[in-house]
């Protein structure tokens, strides 16, 4: 049975979450009025992770160094959706208090895993939800009979694309990153297709998952996406296949991947 559980864990996020569920509400850019009895918790920097959810595992093994996450969410409000074309999404500060206090209620401020021991080859989703600046990690099987589980039924929350526009600030926007890491893997010699590479070498940089991982900001960032598409790249005499992966807000180099 294959079982894999991949999450991307930062350390310093202060997001704080009442200790009992159903008693947190947050307070994000202002003042608000909590529940009688209950605890006020900051949400923390613009950048600080809240929220987290990704695919792993199966017989194709999703969910491994360098994969985009399906959904991550900030401090600020910010939500940014993973795939081929990741968006932008922004919500109130009151959607988000909602939010944050209805992942508390689903409890998801304690780590667990939700599983079926009768289905082989399984994918799960994962979920890190950050709070007392620790990250807590739910592992549910996206297969089985745990439909009713508090967890799987707060992962229908978590898609931008149904939310109220009441609940958001702005326009869903395509996601436009100021840093992407390159993953370069070396290809077989002789191909025609190849172009010459025109950035900082691939052949040097931070190993992720068997590939060669080099950061690009600024133009050369907006630039290289622009070039993601050709099928292979040639760079000081060698043949490479270049996979380009947006950095999220939280995610600063290659060893975050």
Same mark, same amino acid.
């Given at each position: 049975?294959?079982?894999?559980?991949?999450?991307?864990?930062?350390?310093?996020?202060?997001?704080?979450?009442?200790?009992?569920?159903?008693?947190?509400?947050?307070?994000?850019?202002?003042?608000?009025?909590?529940?009688?009895?209950?605890?006020?918790?900051?949400?923390?920097?613009?950048?600080?992770?809240?929220?987290?959810?990704?695919?792993?595992?199966?017989?194709?093994?999703?969910?491994?160094?360098?994969?985009?996450?399906?959904?991550?969410?900030?401090?600020?409000?910010?939500?940014?959706?993973?795939?081929?074309?990741?968006?932008?999404?922004?919500? &109130?500060?009151?959607?988000? !208090?909602?939010?944050? /206090?209805?992942?508390?209620? #689903? *409890?998801?401020?304690?780590? $667990?895993?939700?599983?079926?021991?009768?289905?082989?080859?399984?994918?799960?989703?994962?979920?890190?939800?950050?709070?007392?600046?620790?990250?807590?990690?739910?592992?549910?099987?996206?297969?089985?009979?745990?439909?009713?589980?508090?967890?799987?039924?707060?992962?229908?929350?978590?898609?931008?694309?149904?939310?109220?526009?009441?609940?958001?600030?702005?326009?869903?926007?395509?996601?436009?990153?100021?840093?992407?890491?390159?993953?370069?893997?070396?290809?077989?010699?002789?191909?025609?297709?190849?172009?010459?590479?025109?950035?900082?070498?691939?052949?040097?940089?931070?190993?992720?998952?068997?590939?060669?991982? &080099?950061?690009?900001?600024? !133009?050369?960032?907006? /630039?290289?996406?622009?070039? #993601? *598409?050709?099928?292979?790249? $040639?760079?000081?005499?060698?043949?490479?296949?270049?996979?380009?992966?947006?950095?999220?807000?939280?995610?600063?180099?290659?060893?975050?991947?």
């Amino acid at each position: 049975m294959m079982k894999t559980a991949v999450v991307t864990v930062l350390g310093g996020v202060a997001l704080l979450v009442s200790g009992c569920a159903g008693d947190s509400q947050a307070q994000v850019g202002g003042s608000s009025s909590p529940r009688p009895g209950s605890s006020s918790p900051s949400l923390g920097s613009a950048d600080a992770l809240v929220l987290r959810t990704k695919t792993t595992g199966g017989i194709a093994g999703l969910g491994g160094p360098g994969t985009m996450p399906d959904f991550s969410l900030y401090g600020d409000g910010r939500a940014i959706t993973g795939g081929a074309h990741p968006t932008e999404y922004h919500l &109130t500060p009151q959607a988000l !208090r909602r939010l944050v /206090s209805d992942a508390s209620e #689903a *409890g998801l401020a304690r780590s $667990r895993t939700v599983d079926d021991r009768n289905i082989a080859d399984a994918t799960y989703k994962v979920i890190t939800f950050v709070t007392g600046g620790r990250p807590h990690t739910t592992k549910i099987i996206q297969e089985g009979r745990h439909a009713g589980d508090p967890a799987a039924r707060f992962l229908a929350r978590l898609v931008p694309s149904s939310w109220p526009r009441g609940d958001q600030s702005a326009d869903p926007r395509p996601y436009r990153p100021s840093r992407v890491a390159v993953l370069a893997v070396t290809a077989p010699a002789g191909d025609g297709a190849a172009s010459k590479w025109p950035f900082k070498p691939l052949r040097t940089g931070t190993q992720v998952g068997g590939r060669t991982c &080099t950061v690009l900001t600024g !133009r050369d960032a907006a /630039s290289v996406q622009r070039l #993601a *598409g050709r099928p292979a790249w $040639r760079d000081r005499g060698q043949t490479y296949r270049v996979a380009v992966r947006p950095l999220l807000p939280d995610e600063h180099d290659c060893t975050a991947l």
